[in-house]
């Protein structure tokens, strides 16, 4: 279908010399010297021109319109590319950054758009993961204030992420960023508030919306402090305009905030269920091929993978085959799977499989030399745990996975857990409830061979489950549960015994030296500054060691009214009004992985609900950056509430909320 009202070509006025030489066609641009193929799709081609004396590197985006709505947009006079080139055109004119325009050639089969090759800049997400700490939080207050100046110059992108987003430069101060793709947009009409909701939310979800809400709580900040400055919409800040490092930003408000992230993670949800159901009822690109695994059958969307192992699991038609879909979807894995359809009617489904590599949790802690080495036997429950930790970040569930369908193996960088794909069920959002279930499923695990303390160093270490203390049903299945673990006949360990400094002179040379063990992550101090600090401070705890003269565990903490010089003090003084401040933590190498730890953040929790107090608060080191510690605090019920630089260094700024009954 061709359409008389398409002209043949239109040329930006300023940049009509830079095609010259340079054929309009498709055909002839494919064989013209020097140019690559950087994309090739069914409806779409990107080609990289290379640059002449008269020229800069350009590109060249070939459409062809192949569905029948598009066809007939394309009929009218607006195809993909006579809309993106009508786009760029305004954008620039508006002073949005995109690439510059050069040319549009139309076609009877498809049309072209030619306009600037960004020289060295890469997609925005790659860009990202090169930043940590303070950087990343620059970089993504960048991204917020360039999304202002989008909107303040009229581009309202329908298809707007951060994969459309391109950004060059060394950190976040010479970033500069362009959006691209700009064939489903609208530019110079400006942009209705609920289209910069829209927008806003778009780059929530492709950040990781309540996956990453760090990451989206410094995009908003950047957000809010530009769209104020630009005039554009002054809801989303509240207090006064802040900068670090050159960079504007502004506190958002709480309510926008979590609407943001609440719609993105809904529409994120929907966007993997949609994925998953597509890839359930076979999707595109089926393949056919007939194979001998246990007679004659036929195979749909054949794996690679499972088509090149040596061995193959015949398992139940669609759990795990759903499995598969859920980690494509959610981890973009390869498949490991195949559906296949056995006998000539075509009727009876299997799913074949690579067999699991490892070996299963259950068959590991039978073993009795696993269950004798204690520092193997907490290295695996720990990789269980984070690995069940991590899809229940992502909202799946596993659905009777227990110690049997658990598969582990030992790799040059520790042990690496797996369930079975069959377990697993996406669910978007998991309740407490879930969540707690699928945790007691590893109870099996407990035998007369594993002690107390390891049965609730179990649930105690996954990182939900300070949430879960919210939850009475929770807390009642868990109590049952801890007896059952617990009644079975089993040698204790010693019992940990947090008590407060009673002779703080005596004390203070075996604290001393404890403490310095851990410098640089604790402050060094002579053995003066450090009893002044310890007379200071609102509350010590220690643990005792095997002898009465030794201490393997040291708790500080000041209250606000406390006088300490310390920034990082000054800092949540400034920011929150009744806290607990853990100075330090410290324990003894020879007394790790017992639970001091844990104990000693349960005696300051009572502590200081107590008193009333409504957090506790401690700040963990970013460079170097200590991901032990930030991993304990977060499963201790920890989150991040800002990141600070008070000596040189940068920390994160953590806090824990303490929910008092009525």
Known sequence: MDSPFISNEESHPRRIGWLDGVPRDQQALLQFPG???????????????????????????????????????????????????HNLTL????????????????????????????????HFPQFLERFDGVERVAMLRVLGNWLAGIVRAGVDAHDIHTGNILVRGYDAETASLWLIDLHDAKVGFGVAPHRRVAMVRQIARALGAARAGH????????????????????????????????????????DRHDETLHAAERAEIRRRRRHISRALRGGTGTHHQRVKVDGEVQVRRRSPAASSHPEYSVGEPRAAWFGDRVLQTVWHDKPRSALFIEGASGVSERVVEPVVAGTT??????????????????????????????????????????PEQWFIEKGRHGYQAQPDLACLRYRGTLTAGTRLADLLQLGAIFDGTVTPTDRLRVLRSHPEF???????????????HLGDLFATSTPSEPPIRVQPVADLQQACSRLHLLNQEHVPE??????????????????????????ADSAVALMVVMLPDDRYDSPNFRWFRRHFDDFAYVDRIATAASARRRGIGSALYAVLEAWARNRGLTSIVCEVNLQPRNQGSIDFHHACGFREVGQYIGRGKPVMMMQKRLFHSE
């Not at 300070?466 to 049952?480: D, E, G, I, K, Y």
Request: glycine fraction near 8%; charged fraction near 25%.
């Open 35 to 85: 140019v690559e193929i950087l994309q090739s799709e069914s409806q779409r081609m990107v080609l990289r021109i290379p640059p002449s004396p008269a020229r800069p590197t350009l590109i060249a985006k070939i459409h062809q319109e192949r569905d029948l709505a598009a066809r007939c947009r394309r009929f009218f006079g607006w195809g993909r590319a006579r809309l993106e080139w």
């Open 91 to 122: 954008a620039e004119a508006g002073g949005a950054a995109v690439p510059r325009p050069v040319a549009l050639a139309c076609h009877r089969d498809h049309d072209i758009v030619f306009f600037d090759y960004l020289l060295d800049t890469e």
């Open 215 to 254: 990451d989206v709580l410094h995009f908003l900040q950047g957000w809010a402090h530009g769209a104020r400055a630009k005039g554009i919409d002054g809801s989303w800040a509240v207090g006064p305009d802040r900068e670090t490092s050159g960079i504007g930003w502004a506190d958002v408000v709480e």
């Open 361 to 402: 949790l259950a068959t590991l802690l039978r073993d009795p030399a696993t269950v004798a080495d204690r520092v193997q036997l907490a290295s695996i429950i720990d990789t269980v745990i984070e690995t069940m930790a991590r899809y229940h970040h992502e909202g799946i569930q596993l659905e009777g996975a227990t």
């Open 466 to 480: 300070a949430s879960l203390s919210h939850h009475r049903s929770a807390l009642r299945s868990l109590a049952t």
């Open 522 to 547: 604790l402050g060094g101090l002579d053995e003066e500054s450090f009893e002044s600090l310890l007379r200071n401070a609102s509350m010590v705890r220690m643990v005792e060691g095997e002898s």
